[in-house]
Structures are given as C-alpha cells and as structure tokens.
C-alpha cells in the first residue's frame, strides 16, 4: 500500500494512529505537518473527546479538534472485535509508526500487542502512551496529564510562595509527553533505516505522562541527592537566574531576563540606576538571586513610571532582552508572527475560511504544510478501507452495518 504523496520532509512516512485524546494525537499532528501520512482511527460509536471541547462555532465544530486533527484521515474501526483487529493488522503490515494510548494490557487483550504487530510487520514502531508507563507497581492505574503535572514534581514547582501548588493553563503533561514521543519516533526511524546501515527492525517505546515533565527538571535529581535540596515555587522569578521576572508598567505588564552581567549593567544605565552594579547586593547572579526581591522592587519602581511599549523601546536602546505580556489578541497583531507566516489561513468544509497556526519550526528545503483541519468523525472509511486496503463494497457495507467500522 502506497502512502498519499505530501509535502515535508516525513513525506512518505505512513503513521496509524490508534490514541485518543492529547499526548499521542499531538505527536502525530506534528508528523502530519511535516509530511507523515496519518490514519487516525475512532471508535464507530463515539469520536475523539477532543470534538466535544469548546471553543465551538455556531454549528457546534470543535475548534480544538480542527486543530488537533489536521492533516489527518479519519476512519472508525472497533479494535476491541475480532474484524476489527484483523482490519488494524492489515492497515499497520504497511505501515511504519503505530500509535497507541489505551490502558496498559488492553492491546495485548485485543490481540494488537507488540508481538502480534511485529508478527505482520517487524519492521514497525509501535509507540505506547500511558500515565505510568508500561511497567511498574503504579503501571495498570488509568492517567491524566493533570495527575502526572503533580506527581512529576512540575506543580509543586510551580506557582508563588506563599500560595498553592498550580497546575499549567494548557495540557502540558500530555502535550510534553507528545514530544517526547515524537522525538522517540523519529530516534528509532533513524535506528531501523539509517544509522550504522539500518537494523531494518521496528522496536517499541514506552511514555508515560508522568516522566518526560520530571526530566525537564535538568540538575535536581543531583541536587537532592548531593544536598536534600527540593526545587520550592518562586513564581516569576527564576531560582538561579536574577532579575528574571514579570514586571508592572503603567498600562500592563513585561518581561525581563537579565542574568548576564553585562545584561545587567545595560539595565541599570537605561532605568538610571547605575549604582547597582557597585551595590553589594547585585554585584553578580549569585548575590542577586539572594537579594532577587530588593532587585525586582527597584526595576518595578521604574517601570510603573512608563507604559509597557515606553519601557521596552528604552531597555531595548540599551540591548536589554525584554518583552511584552502578549495575549492571542496581542499575537494576531504582533509583526514579528506575521513575518514568520505564523498563521495560514484554510477554507475548511464546516467552517468556513479560518486561521490556524503555521508549521513551526521552519525547514529551509521541505517545510511542510497543512492540507485540511479536522475531519468528520469516519469521513475517510471508504478511501482506506475500499480504496487502500480493497474491501468490496459488499464487505464495506457489512463491517459498516455490524458496527465494526
């Protein structure tokens, strides 16, 4: 079986994608932006979760699964059936990546574990997401991103001092775990056709939710272990890097990183306070993460006095790094995501003519592209199921009407 022909330098790739939800969808969309052709497939009875979030449009279209699910061919197939299972063995035999998110056990109950895909195409990749990983004490508990972001260790981290842990605005524990997925993927599709001539051999990986947020905390499994030391919320501002922080202006809010010494010295000519770089306090990061409070009171006394855009031309004429509080409004307007084609606009069939975001990152030769938001729940059962994999219209009709697809 052919995989469509696409753009991007993953052109070629074919991908079934059999995870609901985020971590393992947001992989995927991410491959089919560079070229990957993805099948993704859905219970017949009931879609994706991600169809019934909000935002919605006046018709009720999810605007999250149109973005989610771009690029995207969407079949139905009842994994859990007999039929169902051989179906998905016959669309992974040619297939490169497999895609999966149930609860550790179901597949290998389903007849679709690791042995029984490798056993029709070795040399496919099977990627499994769960909360806890594949193994372990904890590994047949169910698991949510908002679980993991607190039993990694990222909510407690999180937050100020003197208020509770916080979880993240976005899904970040799936959506981090997504790339670590994929960058898993593309590791193992290195391992099975190029590197050292290519072992020509699938393998399977193993994410949990919970592992690839923890490891983000680079340097504090080796500081607990040498000192006891536990990483404590500091809010804005960063535990070895001052003043780093969100700053009030007269209107609104910036940001502000300026751990470098000379950062920091460039700051305190442009706010006119140049008898901080001699003051015992701010003489290096060391002494002004000690004294990060008395900095940031200092720089927030100067930047009420001016509105946020007076404030960050002043601190950039002076090679300060400095920001704007953006909000999606602020993006839509801002030049620099305009000149980057940051947004393309796509004529989708259920909503209309519509922005979405652009391929990020950009590739210089194969860049990638969008050819349609998400579609209708099964909207391509009969351009895989009849065209690619041969089904009769006889036996399309029958699987359809028995509810296996």
Request: charged content about 30%; overall charge negative.
């Amino acid at each position: 079986m052919m995989t469509r022909e696409r753009q991007g330098p993953l052109d070629g790739l074919r991908v079934i994608d059999a995870s609901g939800m985020i971590s393992g969808a947001f992989a995927t969309t991410l491959m089919g932006d560079f070229g990957a052709d993805i099948i993704m497939i859905e219970h017949p009875e009931v879609g994706d979760p991600i169809r019934e979030w909000p935002q919605k449009t006046e018709d009720g279209e999810s605007l999250a699964w149109k973005s989610l699910g771009r690029n995207k061919r969407c079949v139905t197939l009842d994994l859990g059936s007999d039929e169902g299972r051989e179906i998905a063995l016959d669309l992974i035999e040619d297939a490169d990546v497999f895609f999966e998110n149930f609860r550790p056990g179901t597949m290998e109950k389903w007849g679709l574990g690791p042995d029984d895909i490798h056993e029709v195409n070795e040399k496919a990749i099977m990627v499994r997401l769960s909360g806890y990983g594949q193994t372990g004490p904890k590994s047949q508990k169910p698991g949510f991103g908002t679980v993991a972001e607190g039993v990694s260790g990222w909510a407690h981290a999180n937050g100020f001092p003197d208020r509770e842990p916080l979880l993240p605005p976005v899904s970040l524990a799936d959506l981090q775990a997504a790339q670590f997925a994929l960058q898993a993927t593309m590791m193992a599709v290195f391992e099975r056709d190029v590197g050292r001539g290519g072992s020509g051999e699938g393998q399977v990986i193993d994410v949990s939710l919970t592992e690839p947020l923890w490891r983000i905390f680079f340097g504090e499994v080796e500081a607990y272990d040498h000192t006891g030391h536990i990483h404590e919320r500091t809010g804005n501002q960063h535990p070895n890097t001052a003043p780093r922080n969100i700053y009030e202006t007269e209107d609104g809010y910036m940001t502000m990183s300026a751990s470098n010494q000379k950062i920091f010295e460039r700051v305190a000519e442009a706010i006119d306070k140049e008898w901080m770089i001699e003051d015992d306090r701010f003489t290096d990061n060391s002494t002004r993460v000690e004294n990060s409070d008395s900095l940031n009171e200092e720089i927030e006394e100067w930047t009420k006095e001016h509105t946020t855009e007076e404030a960050i031309d002043i601190l950039e004429a002076n090679d300060a790094i400095v920001g704007p509080v953006n909000d999606m409004g602020d993006i839509f307007e801002d030049e620099q995501f305009q000149a980057r084609d940051n947004f393309i606009e796509i004529d989708d069939p259920d909503v209309g003519e519509i922005k979405t975001f652009g391929i990020v990152p950009k590739f210089s030769r194969t860049p990638g592209d969008v050819e349609f938001l998400g579609p209708q729940h099964g909207e391509h059962n009969e351009e895989v199921y009849k065209d690619e994999l041969g089904l009769s219209k006889e036996k399309f009709a029958e699987l359809e009407s028995e509810g296996i697809i």
